[in-house]
């Protein structure tokens, strides 16, 4: 059987990044050009099926690489959600598997890096007790003593705690809630009206992880401001 051999490599564009062969017997094929370089294939190379089926194990690396790269270009991303987008993409789990663990290898996918600039960013912008700062991280996929450990190490270089974040996000609140609903939750009378707006402020806090002593010196805080809402 004769072995195809490459008559013409045509770049495809815009942007040239990948290339169609053409062959003189048989269908062209569309490759990566990094593909074909890494194979030192180009014009008037023979292409048996073993030099072909690696071709296109390159070509199907450098795909999954090139996605990967895209992704983490928008905005960092744990390894499982590069995992899940990718697979969405269409790409083998295996070679999903192999990909990440070379971009873990060059610093490019780094969970604890994601997972710092993502409290940082919370803490600064939309604050949230610890429990619900590790909550966000295990979805996103960090493991749960990175998660913890991340969390520990910012509070730290910020100088904060579950309390102070507390006390800010109950003056936020605050801050949102009509007259009455604030007069009723200062009022030290324990009607339906102080228990609503009560059981208002606790979910809140909730929602946000605040828990225990954060919870309490929230609470606290919430109607002290109350009180002196005009």
Known sequence: MTEPIIA???????????VRL???????IEVMLEALERSRLGVGDSVPVERRRHLLDVDA?????????????????????????????????ERIA???DRLEERGLVDDAAVATAF??????????GRTRLSSELRAKGVDAE???????????????SDVRLGHEVAAGWVARQSASLLTALASGERGPDH????????GY???????????????RRAIELAGDTP
């Open 22 to 28: 053409h062959f003189d017997v048989g269908d062209p």
């Open 98 to 100: 192999g990909c990440l």
């Open 195 to 202: 228990a609503r707006a009560h059981r208002r402020l606790i």
């Open 119 to 128: 409290v940082r960013d919370r803490l600064r912008h939309r604050p949230r």
């Open 205 to 219: 806090l909730t929602r946000r992880g605040f828990r225990g002593e954060a919870m309490q010196a929230a609470v």
């Open 146 to 160: 990175v998660a913890e450990d991340v969390i520990a190490r910012v509070f730290d270089e910020e100088e904060t």
């Open 8 to 18: 013409r490599v045509e770049p495809i564009r815009p942007r040239g990044l990948k």
């Open 61 to 93: 690396n450098v795909r999954v690489r090139d996605a990967a790269l895209n992704l983490v270009s928008y905005r960092a991303r744990t390894r499982r959600e590069l995992d899940r987008r990718l697979r969405e993409k269409g790409f083998a789990p």
